[in-house]
C-alpha cells in the first residue's frame, strides 16, 4: 500500500538557519513520482518539485534542495538560510505509475522567526 | 495565465442539504482532480477525470458524493445530504496530463461548513 509518513509535525528556527523536513514513503511500485507542496497561510498549495523513482540525482533549487535516497525510501527537503517568508505547512506527496491520486503525508508546519 | 479557479470560496449549509462546488482548471488542462482537507491534516483524493470521464473515482467516500466533468473543462464536485464530518476544505487541481506530465496545480479551494 502506498503511505507518506511526514514525522515532524512542527519546526520551528530562527531566520538564517538552515532547516530539514523530513518525508519517508511505502510503495511497491518500482514507477513513481515523489513531490513537494507549501502551503502558507493563505491556504493555497503551491507545486515545488516533483522526482521520478529512476531520478535519484539531488536537486538545488535556490535555497533549496531535494535529497532523494532510494535505499531509504526517503525525499528530504533542505530550505538553507531561512527567511519568515518560509513559515508555512509542506506537503510530501507520492503518486504511483497507473494512477495520478496524490498521496499526501500530514505535513509538518514550518514557523521561522525573525 | 489564469490559474486553476473554485466556487465558491465558502458554503455554510445546513445538515440534509444538497451542494456544488465549480472548479474551473487552467486553460489546456486534460486532467482534473478533487482532494478534501480536513484541519490539520493533507489533502485526501477524491476522484480525477481524463477528459470528460472519471479515470479513477476510489477516494469517493460513499455514494453521496458525485462529480461531473460533461465537457472536459469545468467540473462540478455534488454532494447530496450533508452531514457534519463533510465539513472541510475542498481543493481542486489540474495538470497538463498524467504519468510524465502528472505536475498537480491547485486552486484556493472551498471551505464548506456543514452546521
Known amino acids: 500500500a502506498q503511505k507518506v509518513t511526514q514525522a515532524q509535525t512542527e519546526i520551528s528556527v530562527v531566520e538564517k538557519e538552515d532547516v530539514t523536513l523530513d518525508c519517508v514513503y511505502e510503495t511497491r511500485d518500482t514507477t513513481y513520482y515523489l513531490f513537494w507542496y507549501k502551503q502558507p497561510p493563505s491556504g493555497e498549495l503551491v507545486f515545488l518539485i516533483r522526482r521520478n523513482s529512476f531520478d535519484e540525482q539531488n536537486e538545488i533549487s535556490g535555497r533549496y534542495s531535494w535529497n532523494f535516497q532510494k535505499s531509504t525510501s526517503s525525499f528530504n527537503f533542505t530550505i538553507t538560510a531561512s527567511q519568515v517568508v518560509d513559515s508555512a505547512v509542506y506537503f510530501c506527496?507520492?503518486?504511483?505509475?497507473?494512477?495520478?491520486?496524490?498521496?499526501f503525508g500530514t505535513g509538518t508546519r514550518l514557523q521561522v522567526f525573525p | 495565465g489564469a490559474g486553476v479557479s473554485q466556487t465558491p470560496s465558502n458554503k455554510v449549509t445546513e445538515k440534509g442539504k444538497y451542494v456544488e462546488l465549480r472548479c474551473d482548471p487552467i486553460?489546456?488542462?486534460?486532467?482534473l482532480y478533487w482532494y478534501r482537507q480536513s484541519l490539520g491534516q493533507g489533502p485526501e483524493f477524491l476522484i480525477y477525470f481524463q477528459g470528460t470521464g472519471a479515470a479513477d473515482d476510489s477516494g469517493l467516500p460513499n455514494d453521496r458524493f458525485f462529480a461531473v466533468r460533461p465537457e472536459g473543462s469545468v467540473s462540478t464536485l455534488k454532494i447530496q445530504r450533508t452531514e457534519r464530518g463533510d465539513s472541510a476544505v475542498y481543493l481542486c487541481?489540474?495538470?497538463?496530463?498524467?504519468?510524465?506530465?502528472?505536475?498537480?496545480?491547485f486552486g484556493p479551494g472551498t471551505r464548506l461548513t456543514v452546521l
Open positions: 506527496a507520492l503518486s504511483e505509475y497507473n494512477t495520478d491520486k496524490l498521496i
Open positions: 487541481a489540474s495538470s497538463p496530463g498524467t504519468g510524465r506530465n502528472n505536475e498537480q496545480f
Open positions: 486553460s489546456g488542462h486534460t486532467a
